[in-house]
């Protein structure tokens, strides 16, 4: 294959790969919010290695104890209600920006099994724990501005449960479990909120062990149930939110269960005491970093984690000097540009090159379009003469790709873009631009880098795909977060003052070659 027409293949690959994703992601199927009856839990598991099942619990009784309510705690940002189970059966976020379009406020919790459930491995005593209701020492608990503590005492038949749980103002709770007797049983964070799903991001569950490692069950994922002994964090979550339990100094057993759709549900399996650090709400830095900051592990940013990471890190280090969420990611995007200009003035060099030299090359492929081997000897030395890369066109921006994907992750589970303005018309960084201007400016200045980049393509067919990428960038950018259409326009308008620059410096290096050459 001659050497010009893998350059062209390559550059092509580059952005129809990025239209691919992006398509991807527009066109797989959203997972729907799971109806409340759907979320029961597999009836064939091996009781000795998982979670009592829910259908040895009589419904009359769920059905009792979920519309009974034993205390209400009020910390700054949230409102919680426990049931006659001691579970945590409701968990309202009271802040405004958590709020639904309606003006109702967010419920993390809304599916079974719920926050703090308790089962246990014998069959008798998990079916009397769904009947014997908790006794609260308290029915109100305000820990708006400091934590406060609430015992749950349940008496069942020879076994007395004991839940100490320390409420903190921002959503961390700790529950302390204590049984009268060593009993094998298991406790839940409860099933991952609801709030957020789609296609393009992680929703399931997370575990972290004690080497650092991770272990992802997604939704739909969880074939069997498994046990995992060295966990410090067992999150479940959805794009935004989660619901988990942690501890770095003692790490527990998790075991993952699943429900009828193969959707994962953690568990925490003992037998004794258990003292646990627990958080409901948002997947915020802030809070997560407040609490201990390996709990951002939380946060899944997919397979260029290793490059997001620290892209959020400066962003939020940005966002705390600029104090405004949308001009952080423009500077964001113009250090990143900065940064890769080497790179990036290298590659369009090689495309000005590449066009001067297109008409010697068809030249040459004509000459010896009968003789493959000595048109590469040819088209080799043409190169080498003129000091032109077939490959330093595409590279620059396949090693781009990378930090384009990382940048894609960090703007699309950032939760911390939900509520954020940026100017005028954009009141929400974390949804679609309500009158469709940014995406249209991305499309406009995307056109107009491409009118303005040298190419060399013979192929029609490859011409025309070309010419229709700003349109289709475009039609799929309408529905993404304003904060993502920001970042890409921003890098158009970059790409095209640094094409214009490029442009301008080698004609007057050519005009210079040609007065020298006279």
Known sequence: MEQMSMQKRLLLAALLSIVFFIVYDFFMPKRAPLEQNQTTISQTVDQSKAPASTSDTPKSNENLASNEIIATIKGQSYEAKIDKLGRIVKFYLTEDKYKTEDGNKIELVSQNP???????????????????AYSSDASEVDASSEPKTIKLTQNLDGVTV???????????????????????????????PNIAIDSYTVHGVMLRNTDDSLNIIEDGDAKEVKNYASTTIAAASDRYYTTLFYSFNKPFEAVVDKDANNNPIVFVKANDSLKLGAYIGPKEHKILSSMDERLNDVIEYGWFTFIAKPMFAFLNFLHNYIGNWGWAIVVLTLVIRIVLFPLTYKGMLSMNKLKELAPKVKEIQTKYKDDKQKMQVHMMELYKKHGANPMGGCLPILLQIPVFFAIYRVLLNAIELKGAPWILWIHDLSVMDPYF???????????????????TFT?????????FLPLIFTFFFVTFPAGLTLYWFVNNVCSVVQQVFVN???????KAAEVKAQ
């Open 114 to 132: 719920l926050p703090l459930e308790l089962r246990f491995n014998d069959s008798t005593l998990n079916t009397d724990a769904f009947k014997v």
């Open 162 to 192: 004991t839940k100490n749980i320390k409420f903190y103002p921002n959503g961390r709770y700790e529950v302390e479990v204590n049984l009268s007797k060593s009993v094998d049983y298991f406790i839940t964070p409860g099933f991952r």
């Open 437 to 455: 201007v940014l995406p249209i400016l991305m499309g406009l200045t995307m056109f107009l880098q491409q009118k303005l980049t040298p190419t």
């Open 459 to 467: 192929d029609p067919m490859q011409e025309k795909v070309m010419k």
């Open 504 to 510: 301008k410096l080698f004609e007057k290096h050519k």
